[in-house]
């Protein structure tokens, strides 16, 4: 399984950024995708997750309004549409993939993993 994640950069404060993650290797249906991020020293956090027919989503509370998850199944690809970005937003961006419902939000519930797209919002 790979998970090709892209989209990533150096934006200013208030901008936009679209982030997109490619899976291959198995099918998917049924799957939860979601993206965490990362700054240097610190745990991997939640961001948000989406299940397999897009009606259900979930958002750390540090994104809500901001951000938008979206997926498309026919594609295998999963969107973050990152918008009024904040140098707070700074991190790499990982997709993850996970088997099974609900939606989890620990690191360790999921499945497979890419390797990341770094975003950096300067103020």
């Known amino acids: 399984v790979q998970l090709q994640a892209s989209g990533g950069g150096l934006v200013q404060a208030g901008g936009s950024l679209r982030l997109a993650c490619a899976a291959s290797g198995r099918t998917f249906g049924g799957s939860i995708m979601a993206w965490f991020r990362q700054v240097p020293g610190k745990e991997r956090e939640f961001v948000s997750a989406?299940?397999?027919?897009?009606?259900?989503?979930s958002y750390a509370t540090s994104v809500k309004g901001r951000f938008t998850i979206s997926r498309d199944n026919a594609k295998n690809t999963v969107y973050l549409q990152m918008n009024s970005l904040e140098p707070g937003d700074t991190g790499r961006y990982y997709c993850a993939v996970h088997f099974g419902d609900p939606i989890p939000y620990y690191e360790h519930e999921y499945d497979y993993w890419g390797q990341g797209t770094l975003v950096t919002v300067s103020s």
């Open positions: 989406i299940n397999w027919s897009g009606t259900g989503t």
